[in-house]
Nanobody, 124 residues
Framework: QVQLVESGGGLVQTGGSLRLSCVVS????????MGWFRQAPGTERESVGV????????YYAESVKGRFTVSRDNAKNTVYLEMNSLKPEDTAVYYC?????????????????WGQGTQVTVSS
């Protein structure tokens, strides 16, 4: 079955950077459109950034535009989330997700495969 494993989370100070990775196994990675999502306590899961199967197209939530970058390496079955200029409000559990359907999507419900999540904490 398809499995997604995130890594790279941790504690960072305001203004710092982190890079999250998500390795996908059990499927043809290059056929998946991928997304990064996050969820803080007491809130709904929200989109952060998504990327097409080819890596040619990426879209971001307004709150992270200009600070976060999604990329992928299809040879390594890995999708990345580069996070710069981190703010305390970026604190959340970050999840990667995959969908086979054509086209990228910012809606979590449209993704069928999910990782277990990795905690990102930004201290003020």
């Amino acid at each position: 079955q398809v499995q997604l494993v995130e890594s790279g989370g941790g504690l960072v100070q305001t203004g710092g950077s982190l890079r999250l990775s998500c390795v996908v196994s059990g499927g043809t990675f290059s056929s998946f459109n991928m997304g990064w999502f996050r969820q803080a306590p007491g809130t709904e899961r929200e989109s952060v950034g998504v990327i097409s199967w080819s890596g040619d197209n990426a879209y971001y939530a307004e709150s992270v535009k200009g600070r976060f970058t999604v990329s992928r390496d299809n040879a390594k079955n890995t999708v990345y989330l580069e996070m710069n200029s981190l703010k305390p409000e970026d604190t959340a559990v970050y999840y990667c997700a995959a969908r086979r359907s054509r086209g990228v999507a910012m809606t979590p419900q449209l993704y069928m495969y999910w990782g277990q999540g990795t905690q990102v904490t930004v201290s003020s």
